[in-house]
């Protein structure tokens, strides 16, 4: 048998049991990201006979990495590093940069800083070592059997043939008023399809369209650590600043998430004038924190104190533990006007490779966001938007029951969670 490596985080690879704010983020089964404050890995490699052989590296962000045939670590420049060494006067002036390379087609200086992306990393290194992959977001099951009979539905030779073209830049009619009417009920408001949500590509299209749309250069944008790897450089590319606060554990003997808290007091510090607005993830990602009521409603109130918009990245909505409830900001009183929240069909029904998500809010930001939508990647594929749409009809009517599959999802990964919770580092097979 050949030698297999694996590349896993090795942090959050044991999910949490028990306790309030316990929320099931398997790692990326149901779609891990990594905070961008966290860069350990583990190097494993076996065969059937020999030995296990396991080396911890640390990826820097002023380094490449890469396995030699030895299974050493072999760390080198990266391109961000030289490109960071190059003169900005041979940037200005079209000269010949360092070691005589043209330099007459720089990098757009809005991109200084982002040229490193750590996804790229993880596909590159997945198609040279072939590995089993825990660190990026796809499983390796099939995905709602229901959804993927819609799409071959609306794919079929019978069907409609507009489906196989452009559709509504803005979201496919099917699709957005499915959304409004599963969210309005969560809610318990009135959404317009037409004007209060936005079908992106994925949720990082919905990240991306919030700040290009709502942020500008002076602004400031609160960014609660641990958080997903994007939301740092989409803020830098906006022209705004980024303000970082921590999540900290508060109980040294809860082993849970829930112990994980803001202090308010820290928090309330960072509002001012210049803070034009706040990413929440909840649940998070990557502690599996759910935000409580009573932690939502402080935020809620300096949002409303100093004119704050909230964009509530809520892609893992449905995978929370039985006991434990997830609370969407914009239900809260007076939050609806200043908070865009956002989801994900890849988080919801297992669907990575289809990138469709989703916004929701006042017209007001949902204009601003269509904005930065139409002139970016205009319009998204038409016949997931179709099955998509189609299903959600079937899971409204299912809400609450045990037919949903909302429900059904949670549950099986909270078992699986439960059933390998025993396993301890170092016992990978």
């Known amino acids: 048998m050949q030698n297999k490596s694996i590349i896993c985080f090795r942090r959050i690879l044991r999910t949490t049991t028990g306790g309030s704010g316990s929320c099931l983020l398997s790692t990326r089964s149901c779609g891990h ?19 296990k052989q396991r080396a911890i590296f640390e990826i820097r962000k002023s380094h490449h990495y890469s396995l030699t045939p030895t299974n050493t670590i072999k760390l080198s420049p990266s391109p961000s590093q030289l490109i960071s060494n190059t003169s900005n006067t041979g940037r200005e002036k079209g000269t010949m940069a360092e070691g005589n390379n043209p330099n007459k087609f720089p990098l757009a200086s809005k991109y200084d800083g982002l040229e490193r992306n750590l996804w ?16 990026q977001g796809f499983p390796d099951f099939m995905p709602c059997e229901k959804v993927v009979k819609e799409l071959a539905k609306s794919c079929d030779v019978d069907a409609n043939p507009l489906l196989h ?18 969210y309005g009920r969560l809610i318990n408001r ?29 602004d400031e944008v609160i960014i609660i650590e641990p958080f997903f790897d994007c939301y740092q450089p989409m803020v830098k590319l906006a022209g705004g600043t ?11 003997t809860d082993e849970t998430s829930a112990s994980w808290k803001l202090d308010t007091n820290e928090l309330a510090s960072m ?23 009573s932690e939502l409603e402080i935020i809620a109130d300096l949002c409303k104190e100093f004119n ?42 297992s669907l990575t490779g289809w990138k469709l998500g989703w916004s929701y809010g006042p017209k007001e930001l949902i204009k ?14 038409t016949p997931g938007q179709e099955a998509l749409g189609a299903a959600l009809e079937k899971e409204i009517k299912r809400l609450g029951t045990p037919a949903s599959f909302f429900l059904q999802n949670g549950n099986r990964f909270e078992r699986t969670a439960r059933s390998h919770d025993s396993i301890s580092e170092g016992s990978w097979t």
């Not at 905070?35 to 030995?51: A, D, I, P, Y």
Request: one cysteine or more; proline letters at 5%; aromatic letters at 10%.
């Open 308 to 349: 704050v918009i909230v964009i509530s990245d809520e892609v893992y909505e449905w995978l929370v533990y039985d006991g434990n409830e997830h609370i969407r900001i914009a239900s809260l009183d007076g939050m609806w006007d200043r908070t865009i929240t956002i989801g994900s069909a890849g988080k919801t029904f």
């Open 190 to 218: 009135s959404i317009d399809p037409m004007t209060e949500v936005l079908v992106t590509v994925g949720a990082y299209g919905s990240l991306f369209c919030a700040l290009m749309s709502n942020v500008g250069p002076g």
């Open 242 to 252: 980024c303000k970082f606060i921590a999540l900290k554990p508060t109980d040294p």
């Open 165 to 182: 073209q452009y559709t509504r830049g803005y979201g496919h009619p099917r699709l957005v008023k499915a959304l409004a009417a599963l």
């Open 368 to 381: 601003n966001m269509s904005i930065a939508h139409q002139n970016s990647v205009y319009v998204c594929q």
């Open 33 to 51: 990201r990594p905070s961008s404050v966290f860069n350990l890995f583990t190097c494993h490699q076996k065969s059937v006979g020999e030995r």
């Open 120 to 135: 790229v990393e993880f596909v590159e290194l997945n198609t040279k070592l072939n590995p089993l992959n825990l660190g």
């Open 271 to 293: 509002f001012n004038s210049k803070t034009k607005a706040i990413i929440l993830n909840t649940p998070n990602n990557p502690l599996g924190k759910v935000f409580t009521k």
